[in-house]
C-alpha cells in the first residue's frame, strides 16, 4: 500500500511546488495592496527565459536567473502601469497575461518538442529519503523544490516577525495613513510587485527545467490562475498557500494516477480536475464573505496616488 501511494504523494508534491513559488509571490504583492494578476503571463515567459537559456548551452542557475529576470522585468512594466501612472489593475494583469502568453508562444515557436539539455536533478536527504511514504517524496526534491520550502519559511517568518512585513502590510491596509506615518508607500508596493514577479518567473523555470524538461506552447497550462485562487483560499497566510497548493497537487497527481492505472476516463476529464477543483473551493469560499473581508488587505486592488 505505501509503495503504491509514495509515488502519488511525489506528484502531487512536485505539482505543488510551483504553485507555492508563484502563490508566495502574489501573497506578498496582494498584501501591499496591489492585485497583479499576470502570474500566467509572467511564468510563461520565466519558463521560456530559462529553457532558451540551457538550450542554447547556458547552465542551469544561469536559466533560473535569467527566468526570474523576465518575470521581474514583466513585473516593474506591470508596476510602472498600475502604480505610477495608475492604471486599473485588473485590466493591467490579464494585458500582462495576455502579452505573456503570445510572447512566449511566439519566440518559442523554435524550441517547441525539445528537450531541455539539462535539468535539475534530485538531491535526497541522506537518512530521511529512507523514511517510508514521506522520505521518497517529501526528502528527495531537487534544488527548486528546496527553495519552494525555505521561501515559505521565510514568508512565513517575514509576514509575522519582521518590522518589514508590518511595514507591507500596513500600506496594503491603508496607505493614506502609512504615508502619515512616514512609510515610503510606493516604494514598498514596486518591492512587493516585483517580488511577485520573480517568485513567479521561479515557478516558471521550475515547469521548464525540473518538472517537464522541455517547452511547449502554454507550458503552465492555466496553473497561474490556481495559483491566484490559491491567495484567496488561504485568506492571505502563507502556510495555508501551501495547503492548497498541496490539496491541488494531489488533484493533479489523482488524474495521472487514474491513467497510469488504466481507468477509462477521458483526458480531457482528467485535465480539468484541477480547475473543476478551483471553482468548487472559490464557490465555497465566497459563501462566507465576512471571513473574507476580514482578513482580504482593505485597499487590495485600489489605486494610490502618492504625491510626497
Do not use: C
Not at 171 to 200: D, I, K, N
Not at 259 to 266: L, P, R
Amino acid at each position: 500500500m505505501i509503495e503504491s501511494l509514495t509515488p502519488l504523494l511525489a506528484s502531487a508534491l512536485g505539482a505543488a511546488i510551483p504553485l507555492v513559488l508563484a502563490g508566495l509571490g502574489e501573497l506578498i504583492a496582494e498584501r501591499a495592496g496591489v492585485l497583479n494578476l499576470g502570474l500566467e503571463g509572467m511564468m510563461l515567459l520565466g519558463a521560456l527565459a530559462s529553457f532558451m537559456t540551457v538550450a542554447n548551452g547556458g547552465g542551469l542557475f544561469e536559466a533560473v536567473t535569467l527566468g526570474m529576470a523576465a518575470g521581474l522585468l514583466a513585473s516593474l512594466v506591470f508596476g510602472f502601469v498600475t502604480i505610477t501612472l495608475q492604471a486599473n489593475q485588473v485590466a493591467a494583469g490579464l494585458s500582462l497575461t495576455i502579452l505573456g502568453s503570445g510572447l512566449s508562444a511566439f519566440l518559442g515557436r523554435s524550441y517547441v518538442g525539445i528537450g531541455a539539455p539539462s535539468s535539475f536533478a534530485p538531491l535526497p536527504i541522506p537518512l530521511l529519503k529512507d523514511i517510508p511514504l514521506l522520505g521518497p517524496s517529501l526528502f528527495s526534491f531537487d534544488l527548486l523544490g528546496y527553495t519552494a520550502l525555505i521561501a515559505l519559511v521565510a514568508v512565513t517568518w517575514f509576514l509575522s516577525r519582521s518590522r518589514a512585513g508590518l511595514t507591507l502590510k500596513a500600506v496594503g491596509e491603508s496607505p493614506v495613513v502609512a504615508r502619515s506615518l512616514g512609510l515610503p508607500v510606493t516604494r514598498v508596493r514596486y518591492m512587493a510587485v516585483a517580488f511577485g514577479g520573480l517568485m513567479s518567473g521561479l515557478a516558471g523555470a521550475y515547469y521548464s527545467v525540473a518538472q517537464f524538461k522541455m517547452w511547449q506552447e502554454g507550458l503552465t497550462s492555466g496553473n497561474g490562475w490556481i495559483a491566484l485562487a490559491l491567495v484567496v483560499f488561504a485568506t492571505w497566510r502563507p502556510l495555508r498557500v501551501a495547503v492548497g497548493a498541496l490539496l491541488f497537487g494531489s488533484v493533479t497527481a489523482l488524474g495521472l494516477y487514474f491513467q497510469a492505472i488504466g481507468m477509462h476516463v477521458s483526458t480531457f476529464a482528467l485535465a480539468s480536475l484541477p480547475y473543476i477543483a478551483t471553482v468548487i473551493v472559490l464557490v465555497i469560499i465566497s459563501s462566507d464573505q465576512e471571513t473574507v473581508r476580514r482578513h482580504a488587505p482593505a485597499w487590495l486592488g485600489k489605486p494610490f496616488y502618492d504625491d510626497s
